[in-house]
């Protein structure tokens, strides 16, 4: 088929720290394994702000113009030769990172970890793989996950990151009965809040600098308990740090009236502060779970959790998680998780959505967690 055969579907485009474009792209017809999606919803992150606002993410530079977002669902519109478990008209879930099945890790069935893993709208590898910013993208039709009835494109595009939660509860194992603290009431620590109590939690509690968040997570009834410390200057040497950290643990435990700490601690900020705090928050023999990306060198207080046998897992991303958070969100064990979305963009105002998480604060000063981003807003 010639180009000029071919339809035109707009794409959000990075070019670098805050240059967005909304560039005109020729929409190719799926190839052999592939099926062809039209983005419905897409749920932006902190790591498309991160790329939003820096022209990168961490140690992830942009290399080459980019189409941001990988929280997505939409509906099939075309399928690529070979392709059986998808048919047009379908709705679904899109699971962005494409793995390799071939190294010791995707053989593992740890294909989070994948030694040529790309994810899309990342700056990892490349060349580059576009993300869900777009109208229609093609896709590995293995990646689409079928969506139940009950659930809308908005609570699919949260699968993504509830899948992120749900990898961290399974990581640490945890039990029905455990009480569980939440670090950080953003999208992924509300979420976090959610899974726990649908998962039997006997207590939830989570704490943010944002009081309105913590308002939120309460009154959605995600956590029982919360406690908004207070803010205070940077630390001005590591030491001070830490004491701070002990000494901030031990405050949170006494509001919380969890003297012997929490069975499980989720710490969802990536900040030095909280992770520190996360170690002395748990109990003997506890687990903390790092979910949050952020300080990538921070200094811990290893001999606290060495000597107590608090252990730290690593969460990075998910794997066999679609499935089971698509049938959560079916379920209703996580109702009131759509109330999460507070702010809707069409395509084309994406710049100024990306700006508005970046504040933190809509224009009449109203809380912000998840925008959505799609056609139809």
Same mark, same amino acid.
């Given at each position: ?61 942009? $290399? ?110 945890? $039990? ?166 507070? $702010? ?34």
């Amino acid at each position: 088929m010639s180009p000029s055969a071919l339809q035109l579907q707009p794409a959000i485009v990075l070019h670098g720290a805050k240059d967005l474009h909304t560039e005109q792209r020729t929409c190719w017809p799926p190839r052999e394994g592939q099926a062809q999606v039209a983005i419905m919803a897409t749920g932006l992150c902190g790591s498309d702000l991160h790329y939003y606002s820096h022209g990168r993410n961490g140690d992830f530079v942009l $290399q080459a113009p980019l189409v941001l977002g990988h929280e997505a669902a939409g509906i099939v519109t075309a399928v690529g030769p070979g392709v059986t478990n998808v048919r047009v008209g379908q709705r679904v879930a899109l699971e962005c990172g494409v793995w390799c099945r071939k190294c010791r890790y995707c053989k593992d069935g740890r294909y989070n970890l994948c030694e040529n893993m790309r994810f899309c709208s990342s700056a990892k590898t490349f060349p580059h793989l576009d993300g869900t910013l777009q109208g229609r993208m093609n896709h590995p039709a293995e990646l689409l996950h079928i969506l139940p009835d009950s659930v809308s494109y908005e609570q699919a595009s949260l699968a993504e990151p509830l899948s992120v939660v749900l990898h961290a509860s399974r990581r640490v194992n945890f $039990q029905k009965g455990q009480s569980v603290l939440v670090l950080g009431a953003g999208a992924v620590g509300l979420l976090a809040c959610a899974l726990s109590k649908a998962s039997g939690a006997s207590r939830v509690a989570t704490i943010d600098i944002d009081s309105a968040k913590l308002e939120f997570a309460k009154s959605s009834g995600f956590a029982q308990m919360t406690y908004c410390p207070p803010r205070q200057e940077r630390p001005k040497t590591s030491e001070e740090a830490l004491r701070r950290a002990k000494e901030g643990a031990a405050t949170l435990l006494d509001v919380f009236k969890m003297p012997e700490g929490f069975d499980v601690v989720m710490e969802c900020t990536g900040a030095e502060s909280c992770i520190q705090m996360a170690i002395h928050c748990a109990r003997l023999g506890g687990k903390v779970a790092l979910v949050g990306m952020g300080t990538p060198n921070p200094t811990l207080p290893l001999s606290a959790a060495a000597c107590r046998e608090v252990d730290l897992v690593g969460v990075f991303r998910y794997a066999n998680t679609y499935p089971a958070a698509l049938a959560l969100l079916a379920s209703g064990k996580l109702r009131g998780v759509e109330k999460m979305v507070t $702010q809707r963009f069409p395509l084309e105002r994406t710049a100024q959505a990306f700006e508005m998480l970046a504040k933190g604060k809509d224009e009449k000063g109203g809380l912000v967690l998840k925008i959505m981003v799609g056609p139809t807003y």
